[in-house]
C-alpha cells in the first residue's frame, strides 16, 4: 500500500471532510478515519466512501449537528486506519486539524491562559470582554474553589444571527435566538448584540463551574445556570422583572418545575427560570457563605445525588431550600409533592460520533451533551410571566 495524500477540507458550516488518496492492489478491505474531538471526546471512528481504480480516494465527512459538535476552534487529531484484503490493519501518522469559520478573518487578543477571537469592533471593545472572561474565572473559580488549568478560547460576533452558523448548522428553532454557548468545557461563544459582558461573564462561568463539578454525577441545570446569572454583574433584561411579577403573585417556579428543563426553554417561563435559579444561588452564598457553596459543589463532583448534596451541606433537601428561599422573599412554605421530579443528575459522557454510530443511553438524543438554553426567544412573553410583550433573553451551555 502507498499513501499518495492525506486532508482534511474544511466545510463549514457543514463540518469538515476527510480524505487519503492510496495505491493498493488488490484494493483494501476496509479504510476507516479515527478521531478525537478534544477536549471532550474520546476516540471514534466511521468507514470512508472510497472509489475504485489504480489510484483509489476515500472520504468521509464528520458532519456537525449529526452527534457532534464541530465549533471553531475545535482540534481534530485524526488519522487513517487501512485493512488490506488480508486483514492486516496499517495506520497513518496522527495529523492535528484545527476547524475555522471560514466567513471571517479573526483577530486574537490573549490575556493568561485566555485567548478571545474577534473580527469586528474596536480593539477597546474586545480588551473590555477579555477583561470580563478573565475577572469572571477568577472571581467564580474562588466561589467555586476550583481552578481552571487549561486554555481557554472566547469567540466573539457581532451578532447573534452571524454567530447560529458557528454553533448550530440550519439553526436551532424558528423564533429561538441565541446570544451565548458553551459547547465544549474549554470554548465560550458569545454574540455582542445584548448586554455582551454579561453574556461574556455568564459563558466563562459555565466553564469555570464545569471544571469545579467534572465527575460521574453533574449538578441540576438549574443550579449550574443560577451560577451563571450570579456571575452577571446584573440580571439579564426582563429576568429580574418576570421574577418580581411571580413573586407578587405567589407564583414563583417549585422546584419540581426547576429542574424540568422545559421551564429554561419555554418562552412562558425562562425569564422567571433565570431569575429565580440566580437569585436561590445568591441566597445560598449570602446566608450560608462562600466555602458551603463550594462544598456543595464537590460533593456533587463526589457522586452525591441532589437531596443527599444539599442534606449534607446544609442540613436540608430541595424543598428545605425550596421553602428557605420563598421565605426570603416574603412567601409562605409550600408543602411537599408526592410527585417531586429529581433533576436529571446523571450525565452520559458520550464521546463525539458520526452519523452511523449515535451516542446511546441519556443525553442520546442531543449527541450526550447536557443542553441548558439560555438564548433569546423573540414573541410575546405569556401573561403568566409579565403582562406585556417582550424579548426573552436567554443564553445556553451544551456541556
Not at 253 to 268: D, W
Amino acid at each position: 500500500m502507498g499513501v499518495v495524500s492525506e486532508d482534511a477540507t474544511n466545510e463549514f458550516p457543514r463540518g469538515v471532510t476527510f480524505s487519503i488518496s492510496l495505491r493498493a492492489d488488490p484494493p483494501p478491505k476496509e479504510v476507516r478515519v479515527q478521531y478525537h474531538l478534544a477536549p471532550d471526546g474520546t476516540g471514534a471512528s466511521a468507514v470512508a466512501d472510497c472509489s475504485e481504480g489504480a489510484t483509489i480516494t476515500c472520504t468521509h465527512t464528520l458532519t456537525s449537528g449529526a452527534g457532534i459538535f464541530i465549533i471553531p476552534g475545535a482540534n481534530i487529531t485524526w488519522h487513517w486506519e487501512v485493512t488490506d484484503a488480508s486483514g492486516q490493519r496499517t495506520n497513518t501518522p496522527d495529523k492535528l486539524y484545527v476547524h475555522q469559520d471560514t466567513r471571517f478573518t479573526f483577530q486574537t487578543l490573549q490575556q493568561g491562559d485566555i485567548t478571545l477571537y474577534y473580527h469586528s469592533g474596536s480593539e477597546a471593545q474586545a480588551r473590555a470582554v477579555l477583561q470580563a472572561a478573565a475577572e469572571t474565572l477568577d472571581r467564580i473559580g474562588q466561589l467555586e474553589q476550583t481552578q481552571v488549568n487549561f486554555p481557554v478560547k472566547v469567540f466573539l460576533y457581532e451578532t447573534a444571527d452571524e454567530m447560529q452558523p458557528a454553533i448550530a448548522p440550519g439553526g436551532v428553532g424558528r423564533g429561538v435566538q441565541v446570544l451565548g454557548e458553551v459547547v465544549y468545557s474549554d470554548t465560550a461563544m458569545v454574540s455582542a448584540d445584548v448586554a455582551t459582558l454579561d453574556i461574556t461573564r455568564h459563558e466563562v462561568a459555565h466553564i469555570v463551574t464545569r471544571q469545579a463539578t467534572k465527575g460521574p454525577f453533574d449538578v441540576p441545570g438549574w443550579l449550574n445556570e443560577g451560577i451563571s446569572v450570579y456571575a452577571q454583574s446584573r440580571p439579564l433584561a426582563g429576568h429580574a422583572e418576570a421574577l418580581q411579577s411571580a413573586i407578587d403573585r405567589d407564583r414563583v417556579l417549585s422546584m419540581r418545575e426547576l429542574n424540568s428543563s422545559a421551564s429554561g426553554s419555554t418562552a412562558s417561563t425562562v425569564g422567571l427560570y433565570y431569575g429565580q435559579a440566580g437569585s436561590i444561588v445568591k441566597y445560598l452564598v449570602d446566608t450560608y457563605g462562600a466555602e458551603k457553596f463550594a462544598q456543595l459543589l464537590r460533593t456533587f463532583k463526589a457522586g452525591s445525588t441532589v437531596d443527599k448534596a444539599f442534606q449534607t451541606v446544609y442540613g436540608f433537601d430541595s424543598l428545605g431550600l425550596e421553602n428557605e428561599w420563598r421565605a426570603s422573599v416574603g412567601l409562605g412554605p409550600r408543602s411537599a409533592s408526592p410527585t417531586l421530579t429529581p433533576a436529571p443528575t446523571e450525565q452520559a459522557r458520550a464521546a463525539p460520533t458520526s452519523s452511523a454510530r449515535q451516542p446511546s443511553g441519556a443525553g442520546a438524543a442531543d449527541g450526550g451533551t447536557s443542553w441548558v438554553l439560555v438564548g433569546v426567544i423573540a414573541g410575546l412573553v405569556a401573561a403568566v410571566v409579565v403582562a406585556a410583550a417582550a424579548f426573552v433573553v436567554l443564553l445556553r451551555q451544551r456541556l
